[in-house]
């Protein structure tokens, strides 16, 4: 059944099943039993781990305690790519400001916005390394960007507290949404057109000598905020690859 046709109790119910918790690069297992623990309690079941330093583990195993089920079901992936192929929202989890500015949200409204685009596909939120977080490349493939407010003086939180307070906040949305949610009108393009997309913007703005090749990382950078702040559809990446390529074909025919 298409989504937008959907009972709102039967669609309320399956958006928690679309949401990807995607842990990047974690050193410790134990945290990763311990997050598969805390998404279980607020009824998030889909975890993703890309390039885990150690597992599986009995270490994770210990710390999931009661929620081996979704410790058994995580998906065990090579590349971000992987973790994020299909999903029409990515949220990043970031504990530091970056020189070029994110969309940032609270928790809760970043747990209201993964729920609103859950109803129509899946999404997906981003736990970086505990060490050094999300680096600029993984966060280049979100479209937002949540902070946790924290005491200034010791803001740094275990990963396995930070995937327990953005799944508080999910649950406690979902509590309020259920049987009345609906599917957002406008479907977003999914992540790896998304990429298809940038990846051929990069290459024709050097193609028709718009940007310097030294410089075209943070030209790029900027570039995919605006789109992402857009939010294109499948039609629309359509549309502007169409261009692209015309723009690219014309300056051959000078040449």
Not at 25 to 40: D, E, L, V
Not at 92 to 98: F, Q
Not at 197 to 213: S, T, V, W
Not at 234 to 250: M, P, W
Request: glycine share 8%.
């Amino acid at each position: 059944m298409h989504p937008e046709a959907a009972p709102a109790g039967a669609l309320a119910a399956s958006v928690l099943a679309r949401i990807r918790v995607v842990l990047i690069g974690t050193t410790h297992p134990g945290n990763i039993g311990a997050a598969a623990r805390a998404m279980k309690n607020m009824g998030l079941s889909r975890l993703y781990l890309v390039s885990p330093k150690i597992y599986p583990s009995a270490e994770a195993t210990a710390r999931a305690s009661g929620a081996h089920d979704v410790l058994a079901a995580a998906q065990e992936v090579d590349s971000l790519d992987q973790a994020l192929a299909g999903c029409v929202l990515t949220a990043g989890t970031s504990a530091r400001l970056r020189a070029v500015k994110w969309p940032q949200l609270t928790p809760r409204d970043c747990a209201a916005e993964l729920l609103e685009q859950a109803a129509g596909g899946d999404v997906a939120l981003l736990f970086g390394r505990e060490h050094s977080g999300l680096s600029n490349q993984e966060l280049d493939r979100c479209q937002i960007l949540v902070n946790i407010p924290a005491n200034p003086e010791y803001a740094s939180l275990n990963l396995s507290q930070a995937v327990q307070v953005l799944g508080y906040e999910l649950y406690s949305r979902f509590l309020t949404l259920e049987g009345g949610l609906i599917a957002p009108q406008h479907q977003a393009a999914p992540a790896e057109a998304l990429e298809g997309f940038f990846g051929h913007l990069e290459q024709a703005i050097l193609d028709i000598g718009f940007a310097d090749p030294k410089q075209s990382s943070r030209l790029m950078r900027r570039l995919r905020r605006l789109f992402h702040r857009a939010r294109p559809d499948q039609d629309d990446i359509n549309t502007l690859r169409g261009i692209l390529s015309a723009a690219q074909g014309r300056k051959s025919m000078r040449k």
